[in-house]
């Protein structure tokens, strides 16, 4: 899957009193994208943890570049990078508000592979390796 596009519409409660995204939230459309790209390569977080692999994020990075605003209509596009994963996963996404073109927002994060049994990081699962563009 070279990049997929997670749809969102920002809600009343996710605004500061300023009336922008509250950068926090960020975070929670970056998860939901990536969640939502696993699913469509069909497999889901819980049939990753139920096979006794954690995916916990190590990093995160995000850039904000434009204001995102109550009722925005969001497009979160996300993608991995083409060589196959290892212990380490990384996503990159771009937040864009197709209505005007404006980039609200771009970032990326690592997951790395950790085996339930022993806490100790381990190699991506075979699952993982169809994921990368």
């Keep these: ?5 997670y749809v969102h ?25 990536r969640t939502e790209m696993l699913r469509a390569t069909g497999v ?34 996300v993608s991995v990078p ?11 996404y771009r937040v864009v508000r197709p209505a005007d073109s404006a980039r609200i927002a771009k970032g990326t994060t690592t997951l790395c592979f950790i085996d339930q049994q022993t806490g100790r990081p381990r190699r991506a699962p075979e699952i993982a390796l169809g994921w990368h563009s």
């Design 44 to 77: 889901t977080y819980r049939e990753i943890e139920q096979s006794g692999i954690s995916m916990p994020v190590v990093d995160l990075q995000i850039s904000y570049q434009t204001p995102a605003l109550y009722d925005d209509l969001l497009h979160v596009l």
């Design 9 to 33: 519409r920002v809600r009343y409660r996710e605004c500061d009193p300023m009336g922008v995204v509250y950068h926090a939230h960020y975070v929670d459309y970056f998860e939901a994208a």
């Design 82 to 92: 083409a060589e196959p994963p290892t212990v380490r996963l990384r996503f990159s």
């Design 1 to 5: 899957m070279t990049e997929f596009t």
